[in-house]
C-alpha cells in the first residue's frame, strides 16, 4: 500500500507504476483505492462510475477498469457538499459532516466487499492511499488510509515529494503521529520529484534511516510530461505553466470552479501544433483559435459564474467575430436557452438562463446517465469544412434531459451504449455553423476526428493541414513504460519484494 505525507506528492503515479512493473513481471495484479474525492471520472463497460486514477492503473496492469478498483467516489458539489457515489453509483448529496461523521464507516463495507472480490481474483494488489494518514480529525472515520492497510495487513511505503520541500519533517512528522501499530505497518519510506545528484542526497538517507527505523526504498527522479492522465485538479496549476512557442493553434478552455473531466483535453495539449490554455478571467482568454466549455459538476453555478465575471460576454464577442466554440456535456448544457433544475440536484436554483447559442432546454433529472458509447460523425460542417467519424469511443455522465425548442443540426450520431447497439443522435450545430456542443466525453481522444478538428482551425486560420501526429494509445503505453522503467531503476525492488513476502508469511501464519 501506497500512502504519502500530503495529497499530490505522487501516490497516484507510484501505484500506476507498480502495476506496470509487477504486469511485466508476469503477477496477476489489480490497483485499488477505497475512496476517491475528484471531480475527473470514468465510466466503465457496465455503466458504473469510477475515479480516473485507477483507470490508469489498470490500463498500466493490463487490466479494464471495473468500479471494484474504486468502490466509493466523492465529487464535489459546493458549499462543503458532495455527490456520493457508491459502487458506482450515486447515492446522494451529502454534507461533509454527514459523510464522515455518519455514513463513510458504513460505506467501509463496500470497501471490504470489493477488496475480498479481487483478493479471490488477483495475486497482487497494489493499494493507494489519500490525503495523508495522519490526519487525526478524520482518523476516526478514515476508510482509505490506515483502516484499508490494518484490514488487509498490507505493508505500506510512505512517500514524500521533495520538489514542494520539506520532505524529511513531512516523514518524521506522519510517522509520528501514527499509533504504534499503524506505524508498524509502515515497511519503507519514498522520496518522490527528486531533482538534481541523488548522491548528494545521501546523508538524508542515512538520517531518516536512523531516526525512523525505516529503510528508504528509493528516491525517485522528477519525471517531466509523463503523458498519464491526472485526476486530481491540482495538476491544473502546473498545466498553467506549460507552454509551448511553437505551436500555431491555441485553444481556451474555461477552467470553472467546478470543472470536471478535464482529461477530455489532454489528448489536443499533446499535439504538437497545439498549446491549450486554462483561463479563468477575461483576461486570459485573450484571442484564442477555439473556445471550449467543458464538463461541470454544477452547472447551474458555473454557468452564473461565466455570466457575472464577465467571460459570458466575452465569449460572445469572440464568436460575433468568428471565433468558434465548443460545450462537452455541462458546457453544452450552458450552450441552450435555459438549464431547469425542478428537484435541485445540483444547486438551490430552479432556473438559470443559457447562453442561447443553441435552441434548447436541459432539465436536470434524479437520474444520472453514465454509459460508454460508440458514435458516428456522419458529416460535422463545422468552420466551413466538413468533419467525418467513425467507431469514436467515448463515455456520458450527466443529470441533465436535453430537450430541443427548434429544428436542430446534430454532430453525432451514437450507436452502441454500454455494448448494446442503439440509434440516437447526440448533440446540437448552431446555423452558422459555428458553435456546436455534445455530451460525449473522450471525443478529443479519437485520433482522426482530433486531427480533422485541429486542420479545421488550421484552415481557418490560412494555415497547411497536417497528417495525424499523435496515436493516443500508443503513447499512452510508452508513457506506462517509461514510467515503470524510470521507477524501477530508482527503488529497492529485491527489499520490496522481500517485504511484500515477508507480510505473506505473517497473513498465512496468523491464518
Not at 393 to 405: C, P
Amino acid at each position: 500500500m501506497l500512502m504519502g505525507t500530503s495529497s499530490h506528492v505522487g501516490k497516484s503515479i507510484l501505484t500506476t507504476a507498480l502495476c506496470r512493473i509487477f504486469h511485466r513481471q508476469g503477477r496477476r495484479v489489480v490497483p485499488f483505492k477505497a475512496q476517491n474525492m475528484a471531480l475527473n471520472s470514468y465510466v466503465t463497460k457496465e455503466g458504473l462510475e469510477m475515479g480516473r486514477a485507477q483507470v490508469a492503473q489498470a490500463e498500466a496492469a493490463g487490466l479494464e477498469p471495473m468500479v471494484d478498483m474504486n468502490p466509493v467516489l466523492l465529487k464535489p458539489t459546493g458549499n462543503s457538499q458532495s455527490q456520493v457515489i457508491l459502487e458506482g453509483r450515486p447515492i446522494g448529496n451529502m454534507s461533509a459532516r454527514e459523510y464522515h461523521k455518519g455514513y463513510s464507516l458504513k460505506a467501509f463495507d463496500a470497501v471490504k466487499a470489493a477488496l475480498n472480490r479481487l483478493q479471490r481474483e488477483f495475486g497482487t494488489l497494489v493499494v493507494e492511499g489519500a490525503g495523508s494518514p495522519a490526519e487525526v480529525n478524520l482518523k476516526s472515520h478514515d476508510i482509505v488510509n490506515m483502516r484499508v492497510a490494518k484490514y488487509l495487513q498490507a505493508p505500506v511505503l510512505l512517500i514524500a515529494d521533495i520538489d514542494r520541500g520539506g520532505a524529511l519533517a513531512s516523514l518524521v512528522g506522519t510517522l509520528e503521529l501514527l499509533d504504534e501499530d499503524e506505524r508498524a505497518l509502515v515497511k519503507g519510506l519514498v522520496i518522490n520529484k527528486f531533482r538534481g545528484d541523488v548522491s548528494l542526497f545521501t546523508p538524508a538517507i542515512d538520517f531518516l534511516e536512523k531516526k525512523t527505523g525505516k529503510p528508504v526504498l528509493g528516491v525517485v527522479p522528477y519525471i517531466e510530461e509523463m503523458g498519464i492522465d491526472d485526476e486530481d485538479s491540482v495538476s491544473l496549476e502546473e498545466k498553467h505553466e506549460q507552454e509551448k512557442p511553437a505551436a500555431e493553434i491555441h485553444i481556451a478552455v474555461l477552467q470553472l470552479p467546478k470543472l470536471s473531466n478535464f482529461t477530455d483535453f489532454d489528448a489536443l495539449a499533446a499535439e504538437p501544433d497545439v498549446e491549450v490554455h486554462y483561463v479563468r478571467t477575461v483576461e486570459e482568454l485573450g484571442s484564442p483559435d477555439l473556445i471550449i466549455l467543458p464538463g461541470s459538476k454544477n452547472t447551474t453555478e458555473d454557468l452564473l459564474y461565466l455570466q457575472e465575471h464577465g467571460l459570458a460576454a466575452a465569449i460572445k464577442e469572440r464568436t460575433a467575430q468568428g471565433t468558434p466554440l465548443i460545450g462537452i456535456c455541462g458546457g453544452y448544457q450552458m450552450l441552450g436557452e435555459e438549464i431547469a433544475d425542478p428537484h435541485h440536484t445540483e444547486s438551490e436554483h430552479d432556473a438559470v438562463k443559457g447562453l442561447g447559442y443553441l435552441p434548447m432546454k436541459t432539465t436536470f433529472a434524479e437520474t444520472k446517465h453514465t454509459r460508454q458509447i460508440q458514435a458516428e460523425c456522419p458529416g460535422l460542417e463545422f468552420l466551413g469544412c466538413t468533419l467525418l467519424g467513425r467507431n469514436m469511443a467515448g463515455y456520458e455522465i450527466h443529470m441533465g434531459e436535453t430537450e430541443f425548442l427548434a429544428p436542430v443540426r446534430h454532430p453525432f450520431y451514437i450507436t452502441r451504449e454500454g455494448g448494446q447497439k442503439v440509434s440516437r443522435w447526440d448533440g446540437a450545430l448552431s446555423d452558422d455553423g459555428l458553435v456546436f456542443g455534445t455530451y460525449i466525453h473522450g471525443l478529443f481522444d479519437n485520433d482522426a476526428f482530433r486531427r480533422q478538428l485541429i486542420n479545421t482551425l488550421r484552415l481557418h486560420k490560412g494555415l497547411r493541414p497536417l497528417r495525424i501526429q499523435r496515436n493516443r494509445r500508443q503513447e499512452k503505453e510508452r508513457a506506462y513504460e517509461h514510467l515503470a522503467d524510470v521507477v524501477e531503476a530508482s527503488l529497492d525492488m529485491e527489499k520490496l519484494r522481500a517485504i511484500m513476502a515477508e507480510m505473506s508469511r505473517q497473513r498465512e501464519g496468523d491464518a
